[in-house]
């Protein structure tokens, strides 16, 4: 299994960024996938999650109404569209899959908010 994330950069509040995660190694289709994050200092925190058919969707509070999962099975891509973004948004955010049993993590792509 291998997720490679990419899209992170510097941007001032207010603005946009498109996370990919690029996958392979396993039938990316059939699992959910994960977005996680990370700011310094603290502990990894779950953003998002997209189940295998894009069906069902879920937010951590701190995101609802900002960012926005989504997939495309052909491309085994996830994305991240993050909006209105502030400077506590600034982490490295990590793509996740969980399969067979194990987690699976990305690198990770580092987001910056600041102006």
């Known amino acids: 299994v291998q997720l490679v994330e990419s899209g992170g950069g510097l941007v001032q509040p207010g603005g946009s960024l498109r996370l990919s995660c690029a996958a392979s190694?396993?039938?990316?289709?059939?699992?959910?996938m994960n977005w996680y994050r990370q700011a310094p200092g603290k502990e990894r925190e779950f953003v998002a999650v997209?189940?295998?058919?894009?069906?069902?969707?879920y937010y951590a509070d701190s995101v609802k109404g900002r960012f926005t999962i989504s997939r495309d099975n052909a491309k085994n891509t996830v994305y991240l569209q993050m909006n209105s973004l502030k400077p506590e948004d600034t982490a490295v955010y990590y793509c996740?899959?969980?399969?067979?049993?194990?987690?699976?993590w990305g690198q990770g792509t580092q987001v910056t908010v600041s102006s």
């Open positions: 996740n899959a969980k399969v067979a049993g194990t987690s699976y």
């Open positions: 190694g396993f039938t990316f289709s059939s699992y959910a």
């Open positions: 997209i189940r295998w058919s894009g069906g069902s969707i």
